[in-house]
């Protein structure tokens, strides 16, 4: 019997109250920012061509000063609503990790069921589409990038799996308190990107400042910690959002009774683009 997947938060929308207090976590900086789950509104949604009975929540995207490498959607779509034509982007590759709700995803004219705790890897220039199925609505994170093509490299295959099939690695020395859910080896260069899992039992840290080219997403999915964005020590919750440009230093204190985890985007495996003098200048 399969085990029985862990909790994860998925934003419900709605709007505070006019006696609420406007005090919130949300920070924008250029190393670092931070979307707490108290801003995932009504009125801060958005809609997409060719989706029916949808709604989402842009979180990450492409701009200066922000996002280099990725977008990412927390999709909700309604019973019986869904796409048959999600992207007109072609050179986009896809990542889908339901978090609530039942859809029927369509790979290449194969039929794939999707709950909570699924994922999904959908390769550029492949034909795919969703449809919600069930009473309640179908709920996921839908992360998008272009995909990098390297010499004498295949593009991967689709993958669709349920976390819970996936073991944890956990961290060397750390008594199991530190670990990745990975769906893809780290060294299969086929990938430039990484959608993962991060599990830190109650009192598990990142024993160190991490600060490396690789720019983050983290969507945090269950627990909660005090997190290092660069010179700062957050605290993050179930439905918050970090997004770390590369060698933002990081670190973490995972507290409460229960487990921190995050779903995890991360560039890999590919050259640093480099300009040319054009870009700053002539040089003298």
């Given at each position: 019997m399969s085990q029985k997947p862990a909790p994860y938060f998925a934003p419900k929308g709605g709007l505070p109250p006019q006696t609420a207090l406007m005090t919130q976590r949300a920070v924008f900086t250029s190393a670092y920012a931070l979307i707490p789950q108290g801003c995932f509104s009504d009125i801060v949604t958005s809609f997409l061509p060719g989706w029916t009975g949808t709604r989402l929540w842009v979180i990450a995207r492409p701009m200066s000063g922000f996002s280099e490498t990725f977008s990412q959607y927390v999709m909700e779509v309604s019973p019986g609503g869904g796409s048959d034509a999600p992207d007109a982007e072609t050179g986009a590759e896809h990542w889908i990790f339901f978090t609530e709700g039942l859809a029927t995803l369509t790979i290449n004219g194969?039929?794939?069921?999707?709950?909570?705790?699924?994922?999904?890897?959908?390769?550029?220039?492949?034909?795919?589409?969703?449809?919600?199925?069930?009473?309640?609505?179908?709920?996921?994170?839908?992360?998008?990038?272009?995909?990098?093509?390297?010499?004498?490299?295949?593009?991967?295959?689709?993958?669709?799996i349920n976390e819970r099939d996936v073991p944890v690695r956990w961290m060397p020395d750390t008594n199991?308190?530190?670990?990745?859910?990975?769906?893809?080896?780290?060294?299969?260069?086929?990938?430039?990107?990484?959608?993962?899992i991060v599990t830190f039992?109650?009192?598990?840290?990142?024993?160190?400042?991490?600060?490396?080219?690789?720019?983050h997403g983290l969507y945090v999915l269950?627990?909660?910690?005090?997190?290092?964005?660069?010179?700062?020590?957050?605290?993050v919750e179930a439905g918050d959002f970090m997004w770390l440009r590369a060698y933002c230093p990081q670190a973490c204190y995972a507290g409460g009774s229960e487990n921190f985890r995050y779903l995890l985007y991360k560039d890999?495996?590919?050259?640093?683009k480099l300009r040319g003098p054009g870009a700053f200048g002539a040089l003298a």
């Open positions: 194969t039929g794939y069921e999707m709950e909570a705790g699924s994922y999904a890897y959908i390769p550029p220039a492949t034909a795919w589409r969703l449809h919600a199925a069930g009473s309640s609505p179908a709920r996921f994170h839908w992360l998008r990038k272009l995909y990098e093509h390297a010499p004498g490299t295949p593009v991967p295959e689709a993958i669709v199991e308190h530190w670990g990745t859910t990975r769906f893809v080896e780290p060294d299969d260069v086929r990938h430039d990107a990484h959608v993962n039992k109650p009192g598990g840290i990142i024993p160190f400042e991490e600060t490396h080219v690789m720019e269950q627990g909660k910690a005090v997190y290092k964005l660069n010179q700062d020590w957050v605290e890999v495996n590919r050259h640093a």
